[in-house]
Every structure is written in structure tokens, then in C-alpha cells.
């Protein structure tokens, strides 16, 4: 199995869906069908009680949000009137901020490094000026690791101001000049620095006009460190082991502003210019083609200057100074497209490169809007934070997220790397073109290229059943996440930049494409597809907020003769934290079903009548679709308009299906006998169901048992169907599920029951899978979660098949089929002895294939040897033995190994300082360490002791991942309150019969 999520699993692939013929058979009970065929509950959507009703609390809101304003406006005004500048440090947003206050807000005057007293107190730029265009020139030394930069920023100014605040980060401004438009300079009587808020402020001598253009021009110097973000150093090891130092740049969301002073949001885009100096024997990379190379007058040195930039934000700038090799190729359409790899693993650049061209081309078509750039790089960087990131022109990837080789790589890896290309591919429309105006709007950018990487990634590899795994990769994870009380609504107020590494997270991911999926269930392919196309079309080269894409869909639908309000709909899922869970009914023919919102931990549920604050009062527009015994291949669908429904199915009807393929963002409980059904039709005749409903009856049934919903026998009743279960996408929800419930019971007597049973469940899978590397992408996938399954199982013919392959591979050199090798090298470390282990060791640093690696990092995390574990604990923080980049991967593998799941805890909180000093400024790492250590826990004192570290603790933009692992720890231990002695006793009485009696 893999590993709990981490940021490079938390974000993986996505995909497409299929029949949409299921728009024009519906009935609805309350509303009726409009001319498109659209179910639209006309009534419950337009009636203003659902959520127009204001009451005097609300009223009071309004008018302080006006007054506020009122105060705001006037701010800004006394903030462009020269000479009183001073009168903006109380603190006021700009229009169209958040008015929340920012996480950290300044409780003393901010002060500036001088001591004065910095009179910009909003952590997001004043409007008055906005650049158009950057002339960057950096002189970065990788050997000393000095960096000077000269910058010329061409400004406007939107309002009169007498002052600019502009994003800089820990950078020694050395200079700084503006003039105007005839290149008359305008004195700078004060230049002001505040790192909190990483601004520089100058105060001018004259008032800059409004509409007028003028040009500052700074020099400044800064070190190049050895990071994960702003402009970093990186390094490899060539053939003979020679360290070659490589310089490149991570910058989104906020670390434009570490390499050169900028308006660093996403809103104030620019063109951009760069020359840039290197040595000889290197080359340097841009979003651009190079322009001219020529040698520096003073030195050895070359100087490469770049094509200037199209109108883009800063986060999306990027160059790198390396010595690489590359591959090339071209699309259809003439743009070039390469593949930046160090030498040695040149070679496993060629799959990436094929890929990159086909899905270009796919999107140009699919878009309707040309790639704008003459190339396309994508590039391997050895230390890197993300996965990929999506640099206009110039992706950068991590080298498993980039490089592939048939002969040793795993189609898990082969699949990382074609939905990470798809991925960032699709931003260079969705993210790029057309940009979120704030950060709040994130799941603009990442839900939809989330969406998009299943169908780039299903059109280059037809064969892979993306769309299927859909469910599993997109709506799965979000659907877990989003049922505890700590989630967010996927569109959230954001302002600085701790909180906008925050939502780098499974729910603007997952639950933006699942929304979006969900989406195309109901509108159709073809409409998704010519509403985005009007979006880009309309918003090319600028920003956008939701309501835009809103729009634009809406337009197209009204064009067709739809009228569906796909605001409203929408607004319900992006708006409000959380989904429904949908009871359902059937007697006599008739159904009742009715929605409330799911929370998973009973713990939190308050007064279920006080919404916790959502406006909308947690009640949603739900497309419910169902198929049943009566017709089973035929979806039908009726809205729940922010209501509950009722409706005739026939009296005839056996059993029901709910959330037809799991295309809709909710859950579904149904009585008794409606569970008992859907139990015997899997059971006696399972294919009568998709494989997407059978997963996602597994899926709901489970998680429901978790919530108390349910008992814990209807899911274990249900899975027992699984024996004649032969697919991937059912399989993967079942083991996830199953042997979450192992880790649950670990520490119990049930535990080795629930494994002998996992057991029972898998052996006739195990056989028929057996050892050879072949058959279907998911074959392949499935065989290999099998077989780690039956090695957890303790399946002993699994564990000498693994240990025997193992000796061989160790000794003989014999090469292990991609596809085993997980299972291969996880139960030789698990079973083998220190010389194993530190073989491994000695194969993770010599080898330069990026997936072989991985999996070494994940088999050494198995090791049962207290002292190998804590040594290789400690190797965690001595970033010559492990990068920072991979410390996450061992941490998290670590929890789950039963023998590491406290020293992982233990070490975390014991270097705490370190750690939060490699990784605090990265939410996503920092967030997900807390998630991984913590997530095996399961009783009340691991929580007290989980509590009482944190509560002393400043976790920084963790803060919502802890929140959220706390709540999982709740939600343990409530699991153990209500199943502990069900599921015990059923084991028991399950195992007791003889073999094949429920079949
Ligand atoms: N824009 C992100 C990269 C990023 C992540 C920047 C977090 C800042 C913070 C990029 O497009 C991305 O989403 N990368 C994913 C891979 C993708 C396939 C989900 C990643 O890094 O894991
Ligand atoms: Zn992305």
C-alpha cells in the first residue's frame, strides 16, 4: 500500500467523465423539467428563503462591513494625499481584501529595520502604482554564492500617491533611483524596510501623476543558500561523483520576492526581461528562448539575454544556471519542447519528452487557444520542495515527477510523471493565461489543473483507465478530508503568506476537480469544455475570480437554451466547508431522501440548527443520481435544490444505487434494508454494479462506520463480496479502507483477526495475479497493491517469494520486474538483516534512477531494527545523508511501520526546532510532517500528549494541518468507542465459519 498522503501524493492526477446522455430521462419531483431537460428545482432555487433571509445579526454585519469600507475608502484616500502618509498604519484593507485580520497582526506600530516607523501596514500592496514591465540583470557567483542584481521596473500610476510599496525579501537594496517618463529624476527622501511584511517603502519628493509612467531602478545584493524556494542552489553528483552546483528558482506563491524587489502578487502582472551571467561551460534557462550570448567585457564570464516575457505574475517567473544535457522535439504546431536532465540520467528524459508534445498539442485543441510561447522546457531539479511547478515556459519538476525508464520505473512512477506533465501543462492556460486575481481563488489554478491532468494524461496513455481512477485519486481523498470540521471552503479569505501556503492542500486540489467533475456530470463535456474556452478567451493575458468562470458557463448554457443557474449551484460547493451526506428511504416505492452536512467526528457536531458559519445554512445543490434493480444501466437524476426530496422509483424496485460512479461530491446512507439490498446484490451478483459504484459503496459504507452513522457489520458485511472482486478501482478503495482499520486495531486482539481476514478477502486474488510483471496499466497496479497485501497479511508464500527475489537481486545482480519491486525491496529490509538494509543505503546513493531511489527511501523506513530506524531518524536532519526534499518520505513512512511509529513522533518533537526551521515557511511540509507522525494514533492519552507539545509550540502555517490531525486522532478514538467489540466479534465469528460459507 502506499503511504498516508503526502504534498507529492496529496496532489497527484485526475480525470474525465463519460456518459452524459443520463441529463435528458429525469423527473423531479417539486420542480419540473425545463426545455433543456435539466432538472431544476425552480422553487427551492430561486425562493429567497434559502439564503436571502437577513436577520438582525446579519443586518448589523452589513452595516459594519459598510462602515468598514467607508473607513477603508477614507484610508486609502489620506494614504494618496502627499504628505500624510503615516495615517495608513491602523491597518485598513484595500478594497476587495479580506477584511479578516492577517495572521499575525502587528500589536505595536509596524517598525521599520531602521526604527522608524513603516507607514504601509497591510500585508498586501497599496493600488496607486502597478508595474508594466521588469528589466532584470542578475550576476549570480555559484561558487561564492554571491548575487547582485540591477533592476529596472517600468511603473504607472493608477492614483496620485506620493509613495511606492513594493515586495522585497531578505535583500540588501544598495541603491535606488526613479525617474520619470524624460528621465528626470524624482528625489527619494526615505527608503524603508519591514520584514514582517517583506516591503520596502520609498517616499518621493513629487507626486506621481495619475497615468503617468515612470521607472525606478534598484541594485541590490543577496546569498544564494542551498533552499527550496526564492532563488536557490541545488546540486548533483556526476558519474565519477563530482558535486556540480546548479542555480534555479521556486517562487510561487510568494518568493518572487527573494530574488528581486517586485509587486509580488498575482493580480499585477508585467512583461519581463532578464540577461543573466554564467560561466562558459554552463548554460542558463528563462521563460523565454535565448536572445544573444556574448562575453562579458570585464571577464570570462557570458552574458545571456532573454526574449522579453509575455504579460505575466511574478510567481510564474523562472531561470536556471546549470550545465545539463537536454533532449528535443517539436508539436504539431511548432513549438519546441525540451527535456533538462544532469547527464547521467539524460537517458530516462525521452518518455517525459513524448508525453510533454502529445499533451500540448491535446490542450491547444481541447482550449482552443494556441500556446503563446515559442518553447516549452521542462526541467529534473535534484532538490525540489513540490512536485513540479508550472514557470511559463519553464517547468520545473522534481526528478521522479520527470524522469522514466522503462526498465526499472513502476507504473505507479510511469503514472506520477505523465499526470504531473499533464498537470502543469494545463496551467499554462489555467494559472497562467488566465490567472486567479487573489490567492483565495487558488482552486482556480490547481482544482482545474487537477481536472485536467486525467484527461491530458487519459489522451497520451488510452490504455491507463484514467477516467476510472478518478474516484480513487480526486474524489476519495477530498471527500475524507472535507468530512472534518477543520476543512475549508475551497474559495477562503487568504492574505499572507503563511496562510497562502496553507491552501496548497487537498481541498483546493481534490475537492476543486472533484467539484468540477461533478460539474461535467450534469452540463456535459461539451458545454465544460466551450465555457472554459469562452473564460480563457475572455480573461487571456489578465486575472478572474470564480464568479467569472461562473459566467462564462452560464452564458454558454443560456446560448444552448439551458437555464441553469450555475452560480447557485456552484456557490454551495465553493462557498461552504464541507459536504452532504444524503439519508435515503425506499417503501412502497417511494423515496425520501434528505441532506445534512457530513462530519465524521461526532465530537464536533454542535447545535445542528447553528450553522457553523456558512450562509448558505450547510444545505446544498445536489445532483442526486441513482440507478436500481429495476433499471439498472440507467441513471436518473433529481436536484436537491437546498432541500430534502421525495419521489416514486416503483413498487417493483429491489434495490437503489445512489451517486451514480460517485460523480457527485456527497455521501450516501440508506435504512436497513436499503444497506441489506445493495449487500446481496454485490454478493450474489456484484457486476450488476459499475466498478466505480462498487468502490464507492465500499467507500461510503466504511467511512460511515467510522462516523457512527452505520455499524461496522454493514461494511464488513459488504466487503466480503470483495473475494470475487477482480478490479483495481474497487480494490484500491477496499485496501485503503481495510487496512486503515488494521492500523486502528493495532495494540487490540482484533488486530491479527482483521488481518487474517484481509487474508481470507485476497488469497484468491493473490494466486491469480501471481509474480509476473504483465497484463493492463491497472493490472499491473493492482498486482502490486495485492501482493504488498498479502505480505502485510503475513501471507508466508508471499514474504519467501519477496525475500527470495530480494537475495537474488542483492547478490546476483538480478534484476527485479518495475512493478515488484516495491513489495521486492520492502520485505527484504522488513525481513533481512543490517547488511540489507545498509545495501540499500549504498543503492540510494549511487543510483541515478530517480524511482529506484524513492523506493529505497520507502524499503529502508522497514527496517524491524530499533537502532537502524533511530540512525536512519537521525539521517532525517543531516541534509548531506537525506535532502530536505525527501525528509517527508521517510517521516511519514517511518509512522506507519509499527516498529517506528512512536520514534518518528519522538524525533520529531525532539528536534522540533530544526525541523521547523528546514520546513516552516512551507506549509505543506511542516503541515504534512505533523499529519504523517501523528496519524497512527489512536488513543487519549496519544492525544493529551499530542495537545501538549503543540500547545507550546508555534506550528506557524501548519496550523490548519494540526488542527486537522487532531481531529483524526478524535476521530480514532471515537472509532474504537462504537466498533472495538463489533467488529472484534464479527472477526470472530467470520473466521470461525468454514471457508467459502457467505459464498
Ligand atoms: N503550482 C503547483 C506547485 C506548488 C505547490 C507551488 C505548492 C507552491 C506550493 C504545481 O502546479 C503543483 O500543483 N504541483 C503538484 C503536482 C501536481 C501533479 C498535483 C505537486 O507539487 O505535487
Ligand atoms: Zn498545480
Given at each position: ?23 435528458n ?20 432555487m ?5 439564503v436571502?433571509v ?35 498604519y ?10 479578516r ?59 496620485e ?24 529624476p ?9 520584514p514582517?511584511h ?20 534598484l ?40 530574488a ?11 512583461k519581463f ?69 544532469p ?135 477530498a ?35 472533484s ?56 456557490d ?50 445536489v ?29 417493483e ?7 451514480v ?16 439490498a ?47 472482486e ?104 522488513r ?9 540499500c ?26 537502532w ?12 548531506s545523508?537525506?535532502?530536505?526534499q ?48 501523528t ?65
Amino acid at each position: 500500500m502506499e503511504g498516508p498522503m503526502r504534498m507529492s501524493d496529496v496532489l497527484t492526477n485526475s480525470q474525465p467523465h463519460n456518459n452524459y446522455n443520463t441529463l435528458n430521462n429525469e423527473e423531479n419531483s417539486s420542480g419540473s423539467p425545463n426545455e433543456s431537460g435539466f432538472m431544476v428545482n425552480k422553487r427551492a432555487m430561486y425562493e429567497p428563503g434559502a439564503v436571502m433571509v437577513c436577520s438582525q445579526k446579519r443586518a448589523c454585519c452589513v452595516v459594519t462591513l459598510g462602515f468598514v469600507a467607508i473607513i477603508a475608502v477614507a484610508l486609502i484616500v489620506a494614504f494618496t494625499k502627499p504628505g500624510c502618509p503615516e495615517a495608513t498604519y491602523t491597518g485598513e484593507p484595500l478594497p476587495g481584501q479580506s477584511i479578516r485580520p492577517t495572521s499575525s497582526p502587528p500589536t505595536t506600530p509596524p517598525t521599520a529595520t531602521n526604527g522608524e516607523l513603516f507607514p504601509w501596514t497591510s500585508v498586501r500592496l497599496p493600488t496607486h502604482v502597478r508595474p508594466l514591465h521588469y528589466d532584470l540583470s542578475l550576476h549570480p557567483n555559484l561558487t561564492s554564492r554571491y548575487v547582485k542584481g540591477e533592476l529596472t521596473i517600468k511603473l504607472t500610476a493608477i492614483e496620485e500617491t506620493q509613495q511606492i510599496v513594493i515586495h522585497g525579501h531578505d535583500l540588501n537594496v544598495t541603491s535606488y533611483k526613479l525617474h520619470n517618463k524624460y528621465e528626470k529624476p524624482i528625489g527619494i527622501s526615505k527608503f524603508l524596510e519591514y520584514p514582517a511584511h517583506q516591503q520596502l517603502y520609498l517616499k518621493l519628493d513629487e507626486i506621481l501623476r495619475r497615468g503617468s509612467n515612470y521607472t525606478l531602478r534598484l541594485s541590490y545584493e543577496f546569498t544564494l543558500k542551498e533552499g527550496l524556494e526564492g532563488f536557490y542552489l541545488s546540486s548533483y553528483k556526476t558519474a565519477n561523483g563530482e558535486k556540480r552546483y546548479i542555480a534555479t528558482t521556486h517562487f510561487e506563491p510568494t518568493a518572487a520576492r527573494a530574488a528581486f524587489p517586485c509587486f509580488d502578487e498575482p493580480q499585477l502582472k508585467a512583461k519581463f526581461h532578464l540577461s543573466i551571467y554564467r560561466e562558459p561551460h554552463q548554460f542558463t534557462l528563462f521563460n523565454m528562448p535565448l536572445q544573444t550570448s556574448v562575453k562579458a567585457e570585464d571577464s570570462d564570464l557570458i552574458l545571456d539575454q532573454f526574449q522579453e516575457s509575455v504579460e505575466m505574475s511574478t510567481y510564474l517567473v523562472a531561470f536556471v544556471v546549470c550545465d545539463y544535457d537536454h533532449v528535443t522535439n517539436k508539436t504539431s504546431n511548432n513549438v519546441s519542447v525540451s527535456v533538462y536532465a544532469p547527464p547521467m540520467m539524460i537517458s530516462q528524459a525521452s518518455y517525459a519528452l513524448r508525453m510533454a508534445t502529445q499533451i500540448l498539442d491535446f490542450y491547444e485543441s481541447f482550449f482552443g487557444v494556441p500556446y503563446p510561447l515559442p518553447k516549452q522546457d521542462l526541467i529534473a531539479i535534484p532538490d525540489f520542495g513540490a512536485g513540479a511547478m508550472e514557470n511559463w515556459g519553464l517547468i520545473t519538476y522534481r526528478e521522479t515527477a520527470l524522469m522514466f525508464d522503462p526498465n526499472h520505473t513502476s507504473s505507479r512512477a510511469q503514472q506520477r510523471v505523465t499526470v504531473v506533465i499533464a498537470h502543469e501543462l494545463a496551467h499554462q492556460w489555467f494559472g497562467n493565461l488566465v490567472t486567479m486575481a487573489w490567492w483565495s481563488d487558488l482552486w482556480l489554478n490547481e482544482g482545474f489543473a487537477s481536472f485536467m491532468e486525467n484527461l491530458g494524461t487519459g489522451v497520451a496513455e488510452p490504455g491507463w483507465a484514467m477516467q476510472e481512477q478518478f474516484i480513487v485519486e480526486k474524489m476519495q481523498p477530498a471527500l475524507s478530508l472535507d468530512a472534518l470540521l477543520a476543512s475549508h471552503p475551497i474559495s477562503t479569505p487568504v492574505d499572507d503568506p503563511a496562510q497562502i501556503e496553507s491552501i496548497f492542500d487537498t481541498i483546493s486540489y481534490k475537492k476543486g476537480a472533484s467539484i468540477i467533475g461533478m460539474l461535467e456530470s450534469f452540463i456535459g463535456q461539451d458545454m465544460l469544455k466551450a465555457g472554459l474556452r469562452l473564460y480563457l478567451e475572455a480573461h487571456r493575458y489578465g486575472n478572474a475570480a470564480t464568479d467569472d468562470l461562473w459566467e462564462a458557463l452560464t452564458r454558454i448554457l443560456k446560448k444552448s437554451g439551458h437555464n441553469l443557474d450555475i452560480k447557485g449551484i456552484m456557490d454551495t460547493w465553493t462557498l461552504q466547508a464541507g459536504f452532504p451526506l444524503i439519508s435515503v428511504g425506499l417503501e412502497d416505492g417511494l423515496v425520501t431522501a434528505s441532506q445534512a452536512r457530513f462530519l465524521v467526528c461526532e465530537e464536533n457536531v454542535t447545535d445542528p440548527n447553528e450553522p457553523l458559519n456558512s450562509t448558505l445554512g450547510y444545505k446544498w445543490h445536489v445532483p442526486l443520481t441513482y440507478v436500481t434493480s429495476a433499471n439498472p444501466k440507467n441513471e436518473t437524476m433529481h436536484w436537491m435544490n437546498l432541500t430534502d426530496v421525495e419521489f416514486e422509483v416503483g413498487k417493483e424496485v429491489k434495490w437503489i444505487k445512489f451517486n451514480v460512479g460517485q460523480r457527485g461530491f456527497y455521501r450516501v446512507t440508506y435504512d436497513e434494508g436499503g444497506w441489506d439490498a445493495l449487500i446481496h446484490v454485490l454478493q450474489t451478483e456484484p457486476h450488476t454494479l459499475s466498478p466505480a459504484d462498487r468502490a464507492s459503496l465500499l467507500d461510503d459504507a466504511f467511512t460511515l462506520v467510522k462516523a457512527g452513522t452505520i455499524n461496522a457489520t454493514v461494511a464488513l458485511n459488504l466487503s466480503l463480496y470483495l473475494k470475487r472482486e477482480s478490479l483495481y478501482i474497487p480494490w484500491h478503495t477496499a485496501l485503503n479502507h481495510l487496512f486503515s482499520w488494521v492500523q486502528l486495531l493495532f495494540n487490540y486482539s482484533a488486530h491479527t483477526l482483521m488481518l487474517e481476514y484481509i487474508h481470507t478477502l485476497i488469497l484468491p486474488h493473490y494466486e491469480r495475479v501471481g509474480w509476473m510483471d504483465t497484463g493492463t496499466h491497472i493490472e499491473r497496479l493492482l498486482r502490486s497493491e495485492i501482493l504488498m497485501a498479502a505480505v502485510e497479511c503475513g501471507n508466508i508464500q508471499a514474504i519467501e517469494e519477496a525475500q527470495k527475489r530480494f537475495a537474488a537481486w542483492r547478490n546476483k545482480n538480478e534484476s527485479i520486474p518495475p512493478n515488484l519491486r516495491s513489495v521486492v525491496y520492502k520485505t527484504g529490509v522488513r525481513y533481512g538483516t543490517e547488511e540489507d538494509w545498509r545495501h540499500c543505503w549504498q543503492v540510494y546513493n549511487t543510483s541515478s534512477i530517480p524511482s529506484e531511489k524513492s523506493l529505497m527511501l520507502k524499503a529502508m523506513a522497514q527496517t524491524r531494527d530499533p537502532w537502524l530506524m533511530q540512525q536512519y531518524l537521525e539521517y532525517t536532519l543531516d541534509g548531506s545523508k537525506i535532502r530536505p526534499q525527501d525528509v517527508m518520505i521517510v517521516l511519514s513512512e517511518v509512522s506507519q511501520n509499527p516498529g517506528g511509529r512512536l520514534s518518528a513522533w519522538r524525533m520529531v518533537r525532539q528536534h522540533w526546532t530544526q525541523i521547523s526551521q528546514l520546513f516552516g515557511h512551507g506549509s505543506f511540509t511542516i503541515g504534512a510532517i505533523i499529519k504523517a507522525v501523528t496519524s497512527p494514533f489512536t488513543s487519549a492519552f496519544d492525544l493529551g500528549e499530542v495537545e501538549s507539545f503543540f500547545s507550546n509550540v508555534d506550528v506557524g502555517p501548519g496550523e490548519r494541518a494540526l488542527a486537522q490531525a487532531l481531529e483524526t486522532i478524535r476521530l480514532h478514538i471515537q472509532w474504537h468507542e462504537h466498533n472495538l467489540d463489533d467488529v472484534t466479534q464479527w472477526l470472530h465469528q467470520q473466521l470461525s465459519q468454514p471457508e467459502g460459507r457467505d459464498e
